[in-house]
């Protein structure tokens, strides 16, 4: 605390953000300021009147760090950013990005496409969403394959122009050919300005420049054509009047409110194009218990347009939120035109508010009945996995492992938690083997669970010595034993494990999950007995559920690193040597050491080494 008080002292008199810390060094806290000095100090003053999710904060801030900013706007911009890099602990969080799906139109390409994509990049591209279900992204875009006549194929162009005949797409008028060379750049870049239009809900425009080619066609007796263009008129126009229309203004509005319970809010989103309601969204955000309303909504605006690739002329909110007049500026830069940022108190504005609330109450309890509902079966699945593996009660917390390796590397284990039957991501832990470098299931297994289980004695005579050990962060990783530990792998994975629980004097109840030859579910193993799942349908739908979660989180950790050794190497630095050559010879050898050994010969065998590429590696290595 004394080294707080000296860093609190040295605060300065200007904006910028502030990043709290826990003792690990990890990001817990980001927040922005108008005045640093004052901001920051008001955490560690008067603690006792802070509500009581900012009080937990702070007791586990160890130190904090700042940025300046030249003004207030630019430490908004900041903080947004630092929040989706970081996504620390205490903020509210939205979903992560890579979770919701865009529609990306690449004009920043001669001849642009459409594409679904969960990744904004700052590309030149227009993006349009976020949605919430990759269902309604497919069916906009056949809709608008139906409505536009664009490529679909995977030809990439100018580069293929001339070399192939057209798909039959071309010859059914379903696609405009820029394959042949019949059609320029431009002209196919004005059919996706109209799809870019069409996306944003400016449906009047389009259908005057269809009401307009269709007159030409039929002047110039090309009837067939003319058919076409009338029944994308018509399909266009059935689109425009199932879109409510929300205000006679013809104004471009966002309008947010959401409905909270005990723990989850529900944010909820209507965008209004020219008074016309063209689409919805709406986010979760779960415990949230003792957030104020401003906060809730404060955050959710800054992180929902911080990517948000369309910024209306409106945004009405249902809330009041801090700095809104710095918010507004932060927008206004954004649009490169004036934004208003509104909470309507009276009038047609305030119905639209409560009616968007009231939609988002809806969605909230939707989305409570969901939990419930896959509740529902989780218990049923404890129950009879209790009964069959002859548990005297109910493995409220079920720990299951699973190895994962490529070859000879990234010999990887996961441990994911299921509490009261359903998944707790927050507790899953995952290893990186240490003890041995090369593929042997046993003794990977025998690792983690030695590991998984010192862990937790480390940290109970900790607390016995230390009392003020509870309250430190990271503390508590492995304190909570299992009722139930579920491993992935036979009787031979079991005896394994046992044999260091038993040298741990761990005495819970340990069960192998074996496959059948088709790599699915069969049943559980324990030292006296196999049972067969199949006899108990819910138990089996619920242990697969297990075993392939704990096999999931495995791989994703497995891949996660191969991505990074491939990422960069010594192998770099290699004339010839690019990123898929590196990756066969990684895959090949298993480290850089092996290859460093290896003769001409030898790496010539791996699969697009040539002999010039490995005379290089050769060189490098040993000259």
């Known amino acids: 605390m004394a080294d707080l008080n000296l860093e609190l002292k040295k605060l300065p008199d200007k904006p910028g953000v502030y990043i709290m810390k826990d003792k690990e060094g990890n990001i817990i806290y980001v927040g922005k300021a108008v005045v640093l000095k004052n901001r920051v100090r008001q955490y560690f003053h008067n603690t006792n009147k802070l509500p009581a999710k900012v009080k937990a904060m702070v007791s586990h801030v160890d130190s904090f760090e700042y940025i300046v900013t030249d003004s207030e706007v630019e430490a908004l911009i900041l903080e947004c950013n630092l929040i989706k890099k970081y996504r620390p602990r205490y903020n509210i969080l939205l979903k992560d990005d890579k979770g919701y799906p ?10 642009p496409r459409v594409f679904m994509t969960r990744r904004i990049e700052k590309d030149g591209a227009k993006y349009f969403g976020p949605y919430t279900s990759t269902g309604a992204v497919k069916e906009t875009l056949n809709l608008i394959k139906k409505l536009f006549p664009i490529k679909t194929c995977n030809r990439v162009l100018p580069r293929d122009i001339g070399k192939k005949r057209p798909c039959l797409n071309y010859y059914i008028y379903q696609c405009l050919g820029p394959c042949t060379g019949n059609v320029n750049s431009e ?22 420049r269809l009401e307009k080619d269709m007159m030409q066609a039929s002047e110039n007796m090309e009837f067939e054509k003319a058919a076409k263009i009338r029944d994308k008129l018509a399909a266009l126009k059935v689109i425009a ?51 104020e309303d401003k906060e809730l909504m404060s ?7 911080n990517d948000a690739q369309f910024i209306p002329k409106y945004v009405l909110l249902q809330h009041e939120i801090d700095d809104i007049e710095i918010v ?52 049923e699945g404890l129950k009879g996995l209790a009964d069959i593996a002859g548990l005297s009660e109910l493995p409220m917390r079920i720990e299951a492992y699973d190895i994962s390796n490529t070859g000879l590397s990234e010999v990887v284990a996961s441990m994911v938690v299921f509490e009261n039957g359903m998944p707790a991501r927050s507790e899953y832990r995952r290893f990186r083997i240490k003890s041995i470098d090369r593929q042997n299931d046993y003794a990977s297994m025998q690792e983690v669970i030695y590991r998984r289980f010192r862990h937790a004695e480390k940290e109970r005579l900790e607390r016995e010595n230390n009392p003020d050990a509870e309250s430190r962060p990271g503390s508590d990783k492995f304190s909570r034993l299992p009722d139930l530990i579920l491993i992935d792998g036979g009787l031979g994975h079991l005896n394994a494990v046992k044999e260091v629980l038993q040298e741990l004097n761990v005495d819970i109840p340990v069960f192998g999950m074996v496959k059948d030859d088709s790599h699915r579910t069969r049943g559980l193993v324990s030292n006296e007995r196999e049972i067969d799942l199949s006899k108990y349908p819910i138990v089996h739908r619920f242990v697969t559920l297990i075993q392939d979660e704990a096999h999931r989180f495995a791989v994703e950790y497995n891949k996660k690193l191969r991505e990074k050794r491939y990422r960069k190497s010594v192998l770099d630095d290699i004339k010839g040597i690019g990123p898929k050559k590196k990756k066969s010879l990684l895959s090949h050898f298993g480290s850089i050491e092996k290859i460093k050994q290896a003769d001409i010969g030898q790496l010539t065998e791996v699969k697009g080494i040539s002999k010039s590429d490995a005379e290089n590696i050769y060189s490098f290595f040993n000259e």
């Open 102 to 111: 865009y529609i990306k139109v690449t004009m920043n390409e001669e001849y």
């Open 187 to 208: 002209e196919y870049r004005s059919l996706m300005k109209d799809i870019c239009m069409f996306l944003d809900g400016r449906h009047e425009e389009i259908v005057k």
């Open 241 to 291: 009047e199932k879109q409510k229309v929300l205000s006679l203004n013809n104004e471009d509005e966002d309008i947010v409110a959401f409905a909270r319970d005990e723990s989850d809010c529900c944010m909820q989103i209507f965008f209004v194009r020219n008074g016309k309601l063209i689409g919805r969204e709406h986010f979760i955000l779960e415990n949230v218990a003792d957030t």
């Open 299 to 305: 955050s959710f605006v800054k992180q929902f347009y």
């Open 328 to 379: 507004e500026q932060w927008l206004t830069d954004k649009r490169q035109a004036k934004v208003y940022v509104k909470v309507p108190k009276k009038g047609e504005k305030q119905r639209l508010i409560i009616m968007v609330e009231q939609n988002a109450r809806i969605a909230l309890n939707n989305y409570k009945d969901k939990l419930k509902n896959q509740l529902e079966p989780s218990k």
